[in-house]
């Protein structure tokens, strides 16, 4: 490892000394010669997700990064969420922060813009723009490129952990050529609060953004070199005033950067950005601006993804379009969680006080979503970066009342979606061994603390009456079944730690989903205080009952007790039955289906999470062959490598993670560490372990025709359980795979 500088800053009476920093800056320095086309960089397409609705970016970071450098149309509204939008044709800035397909419009902070007189300029929203065309436009993983019209500008992005790096190339020559750092920029959920910038020498800025959104009283510095000085700097100011009460609150500065160009002429600005402040920033750009080109920092961030890239490798017979995306599935799986601390440690916390961590913070946990798929494979993928997410909830945690986080960024619980999904991701690195407690005290009181929280979603009635009543909150058949299920993470965490009488009393809880069993309609239906159930039920209907779903969908959201779903049923027989019609059942005429069920399958919605684990479910009835079926088809259908290519929102990595799973044929289907052995779409993946040994999944014979095992061996030995625990793949070898074209064949005794 190469070390960092040691400097020391006072802010606000705190005195920071910086130790070395924690950036592998001997790594940063290589040659600058690009990788070549094969690398598995260059494999990725950040396009696929652009359209229709997964809403990702196309821009460049590094894996897991604090930077997310990407284009921003300049329009608001659901479609460009992320920002961009292909079906778009304007560019209206280059922002540092965005949301991989969260369905929630936030960040795009501190945006740059350049421009050549006469401007292209709209009042409103889009402001100064450019015109784009996608046949003048690139992407791979770390790197994208746009020409701007009528500007004639050529832009380039790159990024490492904590700078976002953009090289202009002007095509033409001009005496007026203005780069904008527009401070005032917002759309959709985010709002300016107050800005400043300060220009340090003739080619550095330094600065920061406040803003209200979904991250609340966001705070993010930024430190800014330029390669050339400008000739002059002009600055614009903007009013904000306060919603509510109407007081100036702040300013939103934009600051105009006037160059005179030749043809040919390049511009390379390096930016770094902190949640912690602008010396937080300066020192970020300190120790990991180390490159003297872009093409240097650009295959810094080729070379960063493709090790992230190369811990599965593929058959070299894998067909192009299935590598690309799974590759592009594998990037997406790591644009979240995102780096949080600054290079020498120190980051904000939930308590909005600086705090320092020895390894790394991270932000933006979409737990929902990541729990089911993401967080297992990191796992087994990335154990350190797991590790110290792991931690990252913790603190959190500590810093919020001992509440463990529901949805977090940039210090903010934005209480988006439901349950406390931090306990299932916990418990399963503890199991995993990804994670080692350094508090079990701590630990014990954040997970009491969170699973016995009052005067929150229903939670006090959840503890008195075993369900939320669905005549006192929204969402309450969602919002028990996932109490119940976290009430069984809670349990297996209490349990790992050796508070025996603790996890028995979470235990018994974990059943209380049960108490929502209609026997007489065969689902589980919202109840009202009284213990009666909520009349005019239809489990086609989409109502405020339950969470982004129906209350058919949510039917199989007990995934933590298959055979207690399987016994409700009336055996596996019947159950097996109700998974068929639910793959058939067709949505009545007069029920509109909202934005997020796309992707259907009968009942089936594989755009949004409550269906991911459903397919997997026929396992438990012992008919692996309907896995293989449906997980097939949603594979080949589902997933394209068009921009239209996602059928629902990425959220944060859950929608690739599960083509990523699905795909090699080792689901993680309940969330503790069992992994569902399933039919894959790849020949062969070999997952590199942490510790340099690897696992192998090789399917032999397989084919379009040939999706069907066989039978299963692991090292040689006949296999006869329907899946392998953690601990078998960690320990590395080869799971091999007979694979055939004949349905009907349950290869395994156990599951």
């Not at 737990?367 to 990252?392: C, V």
Request: charged residues 20%; contains cysteine; glycine residues 8%.
């Amino acid at each position: 490892m190469g070390w960092g500088f040691y400097f020391s800053i006072n802010i606000t009476s705190m005195k920071y000394t910086f130790i070395p920093a924690m950036f592998a800056v001997a790594s940063l320095i290589m040659a600058a010669t690009p990788p070549p086309q094969k690398a598995l960089a260059y494999q990725v397409d950040p396009f696929i997700g652009t359209d229709w609705v997964g809403n990702t970016y196309p821009g460049a970071n590094a894996p897991f990064g604090m930077v997310q450098l990407s284009p921003d149309n300049g329009i608001g509204g659901w479609d460009r969420i992320a920002g961009y939008f292909y079906p778009d044709t304007t560019i209206a800035g280059f922002s540092h922060t965005h949301l991989s397909g969260t369905g929630a419009g936030d960040l795009y902070d501190i945006s740059f813009m350049p421009t050549i007189r006469p401007l292209l300029q709209k009042k409103g929203e889009l402001g100064i723009y450019a015109r784009f065309k996608h046949n003048e436009e690139e992407a791979h993983a770390g790197y994208y490129k746009v020409k701007l019209q009528p500007y004639n500008i050529t832009v380039e992005l790159t990024a490492t952990e904590r700078i976002g790096v953009q090289k202009y190339t002007f095509n033409r020559a001009s005496d007026s050529a203005i780069i904008y750092l527009n401070l005032d920029k917002a759309t959709n959920w985010d709002r300016t609060q107050h800005s400043s910038i300060k220009q340090v020498s003739s080619n550095q800025l330094i600065g920061y953004r406040k803003s209200d959104g979904w991250a609340r009283n966001q705070s993010i510095y930024f430190f800014s070199r330029l390669s050339q000085a400008p000739q002059s700097i002009s600055y614009d100011s903007i009013p904000h005033y306060h919603p509510n009460t109407k007081k100036l609150e702040g300013w939103g500065y934009i600051a105009k950067l006037h160059y005179q160009v030749k043809a040919g002429d390049t511009l390379l600005i390096e930016t770094a950005i902190s949640g912690v402040s602008e010396e937080g920033a300066q020192m970020n750009l300190h120790t990991e601006g180390h490159f003297n080109s872009f093409s240097e920092y650009r295959n810094y961030a080729e070379s960063r993804w493709n090790k992230q890239l190369g811990t599965i490798q593929l058959d070299s017979s894998t067909p192009e379009d299935i590598s690309k995306i799974f590759y592009t599935a594998l990037y997406h799986a790591q644009l979240c969680p995102t780096l949080y601390n600054d290079a020498d440690g120190w980051y904000l916390g939930a308590d909005r006080k600086p705090h320092r961590t020895r390894s790394a913070n991270y932000s933006t946990f979409s737990l929902w979503d990541t729990y089911r798929t993401a967080h297992p494979l990191y796992n087994i993928l990335f154990p350190k970066e797991n590790g110290d997410m792991i931690q990252s909830l913790i603190s959190f945690g500590a810093q919020n009342n001992d509440i463990l986080p529901v949805w977090n960024m940039w210090a903010s619980e934005t209480d988006m979606m439901i349950g406390h999904h931090s306990l299932p991701v916990i418990a399963g690195a503890l199991e995993a061994g990804t994670y080692q407690v350094t508090d079990k005290e701590q630990l014990k009181k954040i997970v009491l603390s969170t699973v016995n929280r009052t005067n929150y979603r229903g939670m006090d009635e959840y503890s008195r009456l075993g369900y939320v009543p669905a005549d006192k909150h929204k969402e309450s058949l969602s919002l028990t079944m996932e109490y119940a299920y976290d009430d069984w993470a809670a349990a297996r965490i209490l349990q790992f730690l050796g508070y025996k009488e603790e996890a028995k009393v979470c235990y018994e809880r974990s059943h209380n989903y049960r108490n929502l069993w209609n026997a007489s309609l065969g689902y589980f239906a919202p109840r009202l205080s009284d213990g009666s159930f909520k009349k005019n039920f239809n489990p086609f209907a989409y109502t405020d009952d339950v969470t982004e779903s129906n209350a058919y969908q949510y039917l199989w959201s007990a995934q933590h007790e298959p055979d207690s779903l399987i016994k409700l049923m009336g055996g596996r027989e019947a159950f097996a039955g109700r998974l068929d019609k639910f793959f058939s059942d067709k949505t009545p005429h007069k029920i509109k289906l909202p934005i997020f069920s796309t992707g259907m399958i009968g009942q089936y919605a594989h755009g949004n999470e409550p269906s991911h684990h459903v397919p997997y479910l026929y396992h438990y009835a012992y008919k692996p062959w309907k896995t293989a079926d449906y997980t097939h088809q949603i594979m080949r259908s589902l997933y394209t490598s068009s921009p239209s290519g996602l059928c629902g929102n990425e959220d944060c990595g859950q929608m690739s993670a599960w083509y990523v799973a699905s795909a090699i044929g080792l689901y993680p289907e309940d969330g503790a560490n069992k992994f569902l052995i399933s039919s894959p779409i790849v020949a062969s993946a070999t997952i590199q372990l942490a510790d340099k040994k690897t696992f192998m999944i090789k399917a032999n014979n397989l084919s379009l025709k040939n999706k069907y095992i066989k039978s299963v061996k692991l090292n040689g030995k006949p296999w006869n359980k329907a899946s392998l625990d953690i601990k078998d793949i960690q320990a590395g070898g080869v799971l091999e795979l007979e694979m055939t074209n004949t349905p009907g064949i349950t290869w395994y005794q156990d599951l």
